[in-house]
């Protein structure tokens, strides 16, 4: 590791030092945290699940404690397109209830805290080989605590994340998040991650599926193309009950999404489908874990890239099933469009199966945009920049028509089409 | 002047000369049929007239309303009222039809500085059409071409057509693989345009299809020559003789 990289990580461990005792919640995981992370530092190219992500853009940046100084958020609010649905709010990684909005009397079902006022680590496995994990049990402060009653169908709540960065001295926050549905609960989460100039957004957020609930989980990761997204979601499915998510990855320096989902209640479905668009020097990476511990469920993954410019998409995804989860049906896909030439993509599946009993397949494809697609639709008259929007978007196609949500499709289609506005071809 | 002037066209593909100088000159309002062996590059007229790439144009010119076609991007051609209507046509997965149709419309509209249409509008033509093409509205919902049989995708070439309505329609054997009840819907598609502002070169290897879509000439291709001009009783004399003749003639 570089000198520069190995001093970014230290900068973080000092951080903690000095803040240890003013942090909320149990010190004795945070110390084990921090312990690790002393020893490793922040990840690099020589350890193997990182080998294609580099976080060499971070070394010798010297990351301070969050504090609310200019605060830009309210500005970055208005980038919102206009909803109903109750709004959560977290601008530097703190809650904002001045930004946030309920209906009066709050959602039926649907209670909502903060890690600040009652902490809690949850029970996200202690990884010795997550160091993004690490840095957030090191130094989370605050995050949002939202649980589902059993049996109630909480309707939409949106998560929203602003980051208000500062290029000489950026910020860094390590939000905690906590979602629970209790038994046949619903609940559609929509989280929106936005922000200007540098900073480093590392959250944690651990989904808990009791049996038979439903959470669909939309993401965008829209932050400044300044900035560094380092995260890791930790999702738990119980006997019956189905995650899907639909995540769209187009901003920030450099962005590595990990998630892991573990599960173990027989019969549960996992969904994950992702887009990244990237441009630019951007580097974005979705690193999955998914672990079959009871029979009878079913995990999608099916990922999509477009990448123009210079950007490097990663994508790389285990499956591992248990000897007890007969019956699986695992299935992953990686898909990149590269519109240049210097763009590109690394995928690396990874298949553990212990039972015999299974289904599971992946795949990966690379490709160009075909000129005869592009031919027959520059002659029926479209010019030749929305002939590539409309096979681009043919690309994403799969990914965003299917969600069953009408504002959170529109907001994810919108970044898609912005993002041409940005990036004329 | 004609509608459009094709002089002394010349073009290779990959430094293989295909085109080797065609003359041909159609009269707006006139349908002219395209004849010749496999491989005479009747395609690749076609194509270097719409504008593909990987072409390269080495000598000759061609005029359109009298603008220089050559010079246009494909997209401008087909705003000036060029249509090619494919031999193979292209399938565009995640790609709806209707949205295809409506956007290639609104593009050439656009371009015309004509208003676009909105969906509801669009829909109500594009019933009409598929009607009068005696076509499933089905077909609106699919992707473009995507597992379309082949007699369905020269269908849908019709269809576009009759939408975008061209002043110039080049048919690139619309006919092949048409059973005998696409082929008068496809040649009906053809003649409900037929008038001063419609003009066609219709690409056939075969006289059935010039039953029912009488041309004004017939032109014989061969090696990348026009070898022989005529009328209609062209093409009939042909599908007695065959090409050998001609072609042995033009060597001569
Ligand atoms: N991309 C290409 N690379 C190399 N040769 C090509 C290419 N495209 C066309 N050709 C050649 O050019 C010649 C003319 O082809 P073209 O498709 O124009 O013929 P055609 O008259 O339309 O034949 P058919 O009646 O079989 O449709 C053929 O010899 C063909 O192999
Ligand atoms: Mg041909």
Known sequence: ?425 | MALLEIRGLAAEVEGKPILRGVDLSLPEGEVHAIMGPNGSGKSTLAYVLAGREGYSVNAGSVRFDGEDLLAMDPEARAAVGLFLAFQYPVELPGVGNANFLRTALNAVRRARAEPEIDAMKFLKEARAALKRLSMSEEMLKRNVNVGFSGGEKKRNEIFQMALLRPRLAILDETDSGLDIDALKIVANGVNALRGEKFSALVITHYQRLLDHIVPDKVHVLSEGRIVRSGGPELALSLEESGYAGLVAEAAA
């Open chain 1, 1 to 425: 590791m570089s000198a520069a990289l190995r001093q970014t990580g230290e900068n973080f461990s000092a951080r903690y030092q000095g803040l240890a005792p003013r942090l909320p919640g149990p010190p004795d995981l945070r110390r084990r945290a921090a312990a690790w992370f002393d020893r490793h530092g922040l990840p690099d190219t020589r350890d193997e699940s990182w080998r294609f992500t580099s976080l060499r853009p971070l070394a010798g940046i010297v990351f301070s404690r969050a504090e609310d100084q200019d605060d830009t958020a309210p500005s970055l609010l208005a980038r919102l397109p206009p909803t109903e649905a109750p709004l959560l709010v977290f601008a530097q990684g703190r809650m904002r209830a001045d930004l946030s909005r309920f209906p009066a009397g709050g959602q039926a079902g649907l209670s909502v805290a903060s890690f600040a006022n009652e902490p809690s680590f949850g029970n996200v496995p202690e990884s010795e080989t997550e160091p993004l994990s690490a840095l957030n049990t090191m130094l989370a402060e605050d995050g949002a605590r939202i649980a589902v009653a059993p049996s109630a169908d909480a309707g939409t709540l949106v998560l929203l994340h602003l980051a208000s960065g500062h290029a000489e001295h950026p910020p860094a926050f390590h939000p905690r998040h906590q979602i629970r549905l209790g038994a046949g609960a619903r609940l559609t989460l929509i989280e929106i991650a936005l922000g200007t100039s540098v900073y480093l957004h590392n959250p944690l957020t651990e989904v808990v599926l009791a049996e038979q609930a439903e959470l669909l989980h939309l993401r965008l990761q829209d932050e400044s193309a300044a900035a560094f997204h380092l995260a890791s979601l930790h999702v738990a499915l119980g006997p019956g009950s189905a995650y899907e998510s639909v995540a769209l990855v187009r901003g920030a320096r450099i962005a590595r999404s990990e998630l892991t989902a573990a599960i173990v209640g027989e019969g549960a479905r996992f969904a994950l489908h992702a887009a990244q668009i990237l441009g630019g020097e951007q580097l974005a990476d979705i690193t999955t874990v998914v672990r079959h511990l009871a029979p009878g469920a079913s995990s999608r993954q099916s990922i999509r890239n477009v990448l123009t410019e210079r950007a490097h998409g990663v994508f790389q995804g285990r499956i591992a099933v248990d000897r007890i989860a007969q019956k699986t049906d695992g299935y992953q896909m990686n898909k990149a469009l590269l519109l240049s030439e210097e763009a590109q993509i690394n995928s690396k599946p990874e298949l553990e199966i212990f039972a015999d009993d299974v289904k599971c397949s992946h795949g990966a494809t690379v490709g160009a945009l075909d000129p005869n697609q592009l031919f027959y639709l520059q002659s029926r008259g479209v010019p030749k920049a929305e002939a590539r929007a409309i096979l681009v978007a043919a690309f994403l196609g799969e990914t965003l028509e299917a969600i069953p949500h009408s504002w959170g499709r529109s907001v994810l289609e919108g970044a898609v089409q912005s993002w041409w506005k940005d990036r004329p071809l």
